[in-house]
C-alpha cells in the first residue's frame, strides 16, 4: 500500500516572482512507485499572500493533499502493458480489432508518446479537431474519442490519474451513413426466387426470423430439431471469426413456421457433405460472410438491379415489417435478441406507402370529399371570398 503523505511543497522567492515547488509519488509501468519527481509551477509577480492563495488552489486541483501516484508511463505503454491484456482482449474479436485499429492508426501517432500525467483535455480536444480536418466521417471520430476515453476512465478506475481528460470535449454531431434498408415484399420474393442455394436458404431465413448474417452462418446442422420443429440460435460466425452471440440475450430459439420447417428439410435433401455446419465451404468449415456475398449474391443482386441493399437488411426487413402492423414491442424485441427495446425501435422504418396513407387521411380530415369541389383552388377561393367582402 502506498503511505499517504501530506506534505504541501514549498513556495519560493524567484526575483520579483513566486514559484511553487512540490514533489509527486512515479508509477512505473507495473503500477508502483519507483521514484518520486519534483516539480514546479511558476505564480509570476504576486504578492506572497496571493501565492499562498494560488498554491492553496493548485493543490486542491490536483489532489497533492491525497498523495496521488501519477503515472509517468506513455499512453502507448499504457495500452500495450495494461488496457489492452487486461480490457480489450476480453471484448469480442470484432471490438478488438476494431479498438486495435482506432489506437494504432489515429490515437497513438498522435498521443502515444504522451504521459498520462501530462496529457490534458486540449491535447485530447486537438485530436478530435485533426480528424475532422482530415476528412474522417462524424462516426469514426466518435469512436477515435471513446477509445481515448475508455482507457484514460480505465487509468483513474485504477488510481493512477486525477481525471479523465477526454470527458467534456466536444464532438462533432453525428452524420448516420445510409442504413440498410427494409425491402418491400416484391422485393424479397424476387430475390428469393433468384437466388441460388445456399445463398437462397439463408435469405430466407434472414428474413423469416430477422437473423443476423453472422448467425445464420455460424448455424450447425445440430441447431435444427425437426422434430420439436425448432432452431436454436447459439454462436455468430463473422468475417471468419467464430464468437458467441452479440449479447446473451441473443442465444434464442425459433419455432419454425410449416413452410419453413420443409425449405429446411428440402435443403438438407441438397447437402452432399457431412459437415457439422449448416452451410459450409468446400472444405467443411463456416463462411466469410463478405466472401459468401461476392460469391453467392452480388451477381444475382447485380442482374436483379435492385436498389441498394445488404445482409442487414434481412434484418430491418423482418423488423420494419412486424413493426408497422402492431407487433408488440418486447416480442420484438426478443425475436431480435436485443437488449434493450430502444435498439429494437432503430431498426423500424415507417413505410413511405404507410406515410402516404396517413397524409391522405389528414388531408380527407382537413377538406372533406363534399367540399373539395368548392376547395379545389385555393387562388379561386380567395377571388371568390375577395369579391364577396367588394359586394
Given at each position: ?74 499512453l502507448s505503454t499504457f495500452w500495450t502493458s495494461h488496457f489492452e491484456p487486461k480490457v480489450v482482449q476480453k471484448k469480442s474479436h470484432h471490438t478488438q480489432k476494431l479498438y486495435t ?291
Amino acid at each position: 500500500m502506498i503511505r499517504r503523505r501530506y506534505q504541501l511543497g514549498s513556495l519560493q522567492k524567484r526575483g520579483n516572482g513566486w514559484r511553487y515547488r512540490y514533489r509527486v509519488d512515479m508509477l512505473d509501468e507495473d503500477g508502483k512507485v519507483n521514484h518520486r519527481q519534483e516539480r514546479a509551477v511558476s505564480f509570476g509577480k504576486v504578492t506572497r499572500k496571493e501565492a499562498v492563495a494560488m498554491r492553496d488552489d493548485f493543490v486542491r486541483k490536483h489532489g497533492l493533499d491525497a498523495n496521488r501516484p501519477v503515472v509517468a508511463m506513455t499512453l502507448s505503454t499504457f495500452w500495450t502493458s495494461h488496457f489492452e491484456p487486461k480490457v480489450v482482449q476480453k471484448k469480442s474479436h470484432h471490438t478488438q480489432k476494431l479498438y486495435t485499429q482506432l489506437f494504432r492508426n489515429h490515437v497513438e501517432p498522435t498521443l502515444g508518446g504522451e504521459a498520462l500525467c501530462d496529457l490534458t483535455r486540449y491535447a485530447i480536444e486537438d485530436l478530435v479537431t485533426q480528424k475532422e480536418k482530415q476528412g474522417l466521417s462524424s462516426q469514426t471520430v466518435h469512436h477515435i474519442h471513446g477509445i481515448v476515453s475508455k482507457m484514460l476512465g480505465k487509468a483513474k478506475f485504477w488510481g493512477w490519474i486525477e481525471d479523465n481528460w477526454a470527458s467534456g470535449v466536444t464532438l462533432p454531431q453525428v452524420v448516420r451513413q445510409r442504413s440498410a434498408r427494409a425491402l418491400t415484399l416484391e422485393e424479397v420474393r424476387l430475390i428469393a426466387h433468384n437466388l441460388r442455394e445456399p445463398a437462397r436458404t439463408v435469405f430466407v431465413l434472414g428474413v423469416a426470423f430477422g437473423l443476423r448474417i453472422g448467425e445464420l452462418l455460424g448455424l450447425e446442422v445440430a441447431d435444427l430439431d425437426f422434430d420439436a420443429e425448432l432452431l436454436y440460435v447459439r454462436r455468430s460466425a463473422t468475417r471468419g471469426i467464430l464468437n458467441p452471440t452479440k449479447t446473451p440475450e441473443g442465444a434464442r430459439s425459433f419455432r419454425l413456421p410449416p413452410f419453413i420447417n420443409q425449405l429446411l428439410k428440402a435443403y438438407m435433401l441438397t447437402r452432399r457433405t457431412g459437415s457439422p455446419w449448416l452451410f459450409p465451404t468446400r472444405r467443411g468449415g463456416f463462411h466469410n460472410d463478405r466472401t459468401f456475398w461476392i460469391r453467392f449474391v452480388k451477381p444475382t443482386a447485380d442482374t436483379l438491379g435492385l436498389p441498394q441493399w445488404s445482409w442487414h437488411s434481412m434484418r430491418r426487413t423482418f423488423l420494419t415489417h412486424n413493426g408497422n402492423r402492431g407487433v408488440a414491442m418486447p416480442i420484438l424485441q426478443s425475436l431480435a435478441g436485443h437488449t434493450n427495446a430502444q435498439t429494437t425501435m432503430r431498426y423500424i422504418d415507417p413505410f413511405a406507402e404507410e406515410k402516404q396513407k396517413v397524409l391522405e387521411a389528414w388531408s380527407d380530415r382537413l377538406w372533406p370529399k363534399t367540399l373539395r369541389p368548392v376547395a379545389a383552388s385555393f387562388e379561386v377561393l380567395g377571388a371568390a371570398g375577395n369579391s364577396q367582402l367588394v359586394d
